[in-house]
């Protein structure tokens, strides 16, 4: 009988040892998740087995609560109760790893590769820039500008923004160079027209180009290349298409300016200002033209030249109407001009008049 106490007796405690352990081991769980959630600290603290446990704090209240629900009672399948908290805290660490994982691939997904950027992306902004630098004026264009915005944005924000400035410089390099093509077949009599259309396309098409490109121009051509984005591009123009034919346009443009209305003078006043636009140093090549168009482009008048004035003047007049332009009705005077021609009578009745 002794021997039967004395084995039950052991097996009991052999019983109750197993059971503080797997406790022990749930308080240890519980307490490597409650570190988990806290920030660390300055502090080296014991190790969390090591720790007694607290039962008079909120976090010993816990882990009791936590202890007597992890209740060590055989089930009908053999299993134990405790293993049913174990796979639920298991399940929520294998779900928040699904989480980060997930929050990961969403984060990769939008990396936007070099690959993309040519084939998504910069395809759409081509097919932009194509239509914007050969619309004419007034022209509808269905393009949707806040996707190209967003384009660029997009591009800009995953470091693509070198490599969309020189595939933007390069583009319109090719476009100019066809335009400059082009022109060098033109006529004579429509070389001044057709250099006035290029011009003032182009310029027209910078007005939305620019734009749509500002975030660009902001965060890495003022900022990396200290420059600026509508310089670089008017820049461009006169290198690729003015400066190849601003020796062959200025003759024409001063033999039109000897024939009054040759060119209309809209057509004359938009070129004359662009060229100045473009390079105001060409302006040396025919200040007499310049100065019709830009103010302040002579030095002042002086009393000696009054009279050098006044004979340029009469020869336009003459030219005017000798291109069948008169002057009028002479008849009716301004009323200072009576009293000069038709002496003290009219100026009596003038008087009396009123």
Same mark, same amino acid.
């Given at each position: 009988?002794?021997?039967?106490?004395?084995?039950?007796?052991?097996?009991?405690?052999?019983?109750?040892?197993? @059971?503080?352990?797997?406790?022990?081991?749930?308080?240890?769980?519980?307490?490597?998740?409650?570190?988990?959630?806290?920030?660390?600290?300055?502090?080296?603290?014991?190790?969390?087995? &090591?720790?007694? +446990? &607290?039962?008079?704090?909120?976090?010993? #209240? #816990? #882990?009791?609560?936590?202890?007597?629900?992890?209740? @060590?009672? $055989?089930? =009908?399948?053999?299993?134990?109760?405790?293993?049913?908290?174990?796979?639920?805290?298991?399940?929520?660490? =294998?779900?928040?790893?699904?989480?980060?994982?997930?929050?990961?691939?969403?984060?990769?997904?939008?990396?936007?590769?070099?690959?993309?950027?040519?084939?998504?992306?910069?395809?759409?902004?081509?097919?932009?820039? &194509?239509?914007?630098?050969?619309?004419? $004026?007034?022209?509808?264009?269905?393009?949707?500008?806040?996707?190209?915005?967003?384009?660029? *944005?997009?591009?800009?924000?995953?470091?693509?923004?070198?490599?969309?400035?020189?595939?933007?410089?390069?583009?319109?390099?090719?476009?100019?160079?066809?335009?400059?093509?082009?022109?060098?077949?033109? $006529?004579?009599?429509? *070389?001044?027209?057709?250099?006035?259309?290029?011009?003032?396309?182009?310029?027209? =098409?910078?007005?939305?180009?620019?734009?749509?490109?500002?975030?660009?121009? %902001?965060?890495?051509?003022?900022? %990396?290349?200290?420059?600026?984005?509508?310089?670089?591009?008017?820049?461009?123009?006169?290198?690729?298409?003015?400066?190849?034919?601003?020796?062959?346009?200025? $003759?024409?443009?001063?033999?039109?300016?000897?024939?009054?209305? #040759?060119?209309?003078?809209?057509? @004359?006043?938009?070129?004359?200002?662009?060229?100045?636009?473009?390079?105001?140093?060409?302006?040396? @090549?025919?200040?007499?033209?310049?100065?019709?168009?830009?103010?302040?482009?002579?030095?002042?008048?002086?009393?000696?030249?009054?009279?050098?004035?006044?004979?340029?003047?009469? %020869?336009?007049?003459?030219? +005017?109407?000798?291109?069948?332009?008169?002057?009028? &009705?002479?008849?009716?005077?301004?009323?200072?001009?009576?009293?000069?021609?038709?002496?003290?009578?009219?100026?009596?009745?003038?008087?009396? *008049?009123?």
């Amino acid at each position: 009988m002794e021997e039967e106490s004395m084995e039950e007796e052991g097996g009991s405690s052999s019983s109750y040892e197993a @059971m503080m352990d797997d406790q022990n081991h749930n308080n240890w769980e519980a307490g490597v998740d409650g570190y988990r959630q806290q920030p660390p600290t300055g502090h080296a603290q014991a190790p969390l087995g &090591d720790r007694p +446990l &607290d039962r008079k704090g909120p976090r010993g #209240q #816990q #882990q009791q609560e936590a202890a007597e629900e992890i209740q @060590m009672v $055989p089930e =009908a399948n053999g299993l134990l109760r405790g293993c049913d908290s174990a796979a639920a805290k298991g399940g929520a660490v =294998a779900a928040a790893t699904i989480n980060i994982n997930t929050s990961t691939s969403k984060f990769l997904m939008n990396v936007i590769t070099i690959e993309d950027y040519k084939s998504t992306y910069w395809p759409k902004l081509d097919s932009a820039i &194509d239509q914007l630098l050969t619309q004419s $004026p007034g022209d509808y264009i269905p393009i949707s500008y806040e996707q190209i915005y967003s384009c660029v *944005y997009k591009c800009v924000c995953q470091q693509h923004s070198e490599q969309m400035y020189s595939d933007l410089i390069k583009k319109i390099t090719n476009h100019l160079e066809r335009v400059s093509k082009e022109l060098q077949a033109s $006529p004579p009599d429509l *070389y001044i027209e057709r250099f006035n259309i290029a011009l003032g396309q182009y310029m027209g =098409a910078l007005q939305s180009i620019v734009p749509l490109f500002i975030y660009m121009n %902001k965060f890495y051509i003022e900022t %990396k290349l200290n420059r600026d984005l509508k310089d670089d591009l008017i820049k461009l123009f006169t290198e690729h298409v003015a400066e190849k034919h601003i020796y062959s346009l200025m $003759p024409l443009l001063l033999d039109a300016q000897s024939t009054p209305f #040759q060119i209309t003078p809209s057509t @004359m006043a938009n070129i004359v200002k662009g060229l100045y636009t473009l390079r105001p140093e060409w302006v040396q @090549m025919a200040p007499a033209l310049f100065s019709k168009f830009i103010p302040n482009i002579l030095p002042p008048a002086v009393e000696s030249e009054l009279q050098e004035y006044a004979a340029q003047d009469q %020869k336009l007049q003459r030219e +005017l109407m000798q291109n069948g332009f008169t002057r009028g &009705d002479q008849s009716r005077k301004r009323a200072g001009e009576e009293l000069t021609y038709n002496g003290s009578s009219t100026c009596a009745s003038s008087r009396g *008049y009123r």
